[in-house]
């Protein structure tokens, strides 16, 4: 059996990091800070509008707090993955685009270590970055005949990940605590084109880039309290720690003139110029005779304390520059009910799941801060039969996310997610009379 979780680990290991690529967006907004941060939500709380800080169950991993790991029990072995499929929509000035992506999610394990200890390992994506469009401006008088168009092309792609390995210790009773040990990497690529359409052009690019390899770690404690006989009451709080990533920035100005066929790049660097920010969640949920799931969450993140990299046009100068990011604060409340949990009929056994959420940005663009987000869940889950146990589940849920700020582009989003969670009794002893 201690082969087999090895094994087993592994070649999840192994994977885990290729499937982290397997990303998409096509959201303009993407190409500021590190991109679209990614929700770190599973299939069991991803209908329930993301909660998890006060949720603990041996059912499923809980990577958003990891000292919920302590919960899973000593028989069980978990493995949890999920993709989604989007439809956006994105309006500006009476026009409008729609896109069809999709998304590699997230995967997890867990399982009882040692007693009173629980284990996690896994991958996630922190951030998404992918987009691709242009605009174009008339220069001169149309009616001395002396129009110029100005063209400018905004690509670029990439994202950050994180793979990790997590441990849950129950130290009394009511309390848990537990931590996250990440390895982080990524790495993004920028252009922007600018380019006229005069015989005698010149063209203009700017290559932004940056690779990241580090680490990240987050801790979590939960308080575990029966307040009645019917109901217990569960309050968690966790900390990611926040600090410089050790990355460089680069940015190669490259200017090329049709006309004479000459060619010039400029390369600039700023050292250490990327970070994540320090991150405290604090949420509570109550579960009401085993059956129904109420939660609430509180996330905020020093962002604004951050400096980014930024290229003064006027001065020519690529320097590390404040007031670029915002702080951002999360709400978000979720229920999940379950009608009868040990019932017998499948409808019982369903998970039926509704949540809300709403975050501020946390980065400005230009003088204006950037795009709030708020978004509506509801899913369901199903449970899995097989000769075993009726422990795993399929989980399906759907999303809207509207993004949108004051005279900026307006984004709408339909997602669906799908995440399958094997639960297996792999370490229960069996006896033959």
Avoid at 24 to 29: E, I, N, V
Avoid at 342 to 367: C, D, E, W
Avoid at 380 to 394: D, K, T
Wanted: with cysteine; hydrophobic share 35%.
């Amino acid at each position: 059996m201690k082969k087999r979780i090895t094994v087993s680990l592994l070649a999840a290991m192994s994977i885990l990091p290729s499937m982290a690529q397997v990303s998409a967006t096509l959201s303009p907004y993407s190409q500021y800070g590190l991109g679209n941060l990614s929700e770190q939500s599973v299939g069991f709380n991803r209908g329930m509008g993301g909660v998890a800080y006060g949720l603990r169950s041996g059912k499923y991993v809980n990577m958003q707090n990891p000292a919920s790991y302590a919960a899973i029990d000593s028989l069980s072995m978990i493995f949890d993955a999920g993709v989604s499929g989007q439809m956006s929509n994105y309006k500006e000035g009476g026009k409008s685009l729609n896109t069809k992506t999709g998304s590699f999610d997230y995967a997890v394990a867990g399982f009882r270590l040692l007693r009173h200890v629980g284990m996690a390992v896994g991958v996630v994506p922190y951030t998404n970055i992918g987009y691709s469009y242009a605009h174009s401006n008339a220069i001169g008088s149309a009616s001395s005949g002396s129009t110029t168009t100005s063209t400018q092309t905004y690509v670029g792609s990439g994202g950050f990940s994180q793979v990790f390995l997590g441990a849950g210790w129950q130290v009394t009773k009511n309390l848990s605590l537990g931590a996250n040990i990440s390895y982080f990497w990524g790495n993004y690529a920028k252009t922007i084109t600018m380019a006229t359409n005069e015989s005698a052009a010149n063209t203009e690019a700017r290559s932004y880039s940056a690779s990241v390899s580090n680490y990240k770690l987050d801790f979590g404690a939960q308080w575990q309290q029966p307040v009645s006989n019917d109901d217990v009451l569960t309050i968690g709080a966790t900390y990611s720690l926040g600090h410089k990533l050790d990355a460089d920035a680069e940015l190669l100005i490259t200017n090329s003139n049709s006309s004479n066929a000459t060619v010039s790049s400029t390369t600039l660097t700023v050292e250490k110029a990327l970070s994540i920010p320090h991150t405290v969640g604090v949420g509570a949920s109550l579960m009401h005779k085993g059956s129904l799931l109420a939660a609430i969450d509180y996330t905020f993140q020093n962002w604004g304390s951050l400096d980014y990299p930024v290229f003064n046009n006027s001065k020519g100068t690529y320097l590390l520059q404040g007031g670029y990011y915002k702080d951002r604060h999360k709400v978000a409340a979720g229920v999940d009910w379950q009608p009868k949990p040990l019932g017998r009929k499948f409808y019982q056994l369903m998970h039926y799941r509704m949540g809300v959420s709403y975050a501020t940005p946390y980065y400005n663009i230009g003088t204006q801060k950037g795009p709030g987000e708020l978004a509506v869940s509801a899913g369901f889950g199903l449970p899995i039969y097989n000769s075993w146990n009726s422990r795993s589940m399929l989980n399906i849920s759907a999303q809207w996310v509207h993004s949108t700020g004051c005279d900026l582009i307006k984004e709408n989003m339909f997602r669906i997610n799908i995440g399958l969670t094997f639960n297996e009794r792999w370490f229960a002893k069996w006896k033959v009379d």
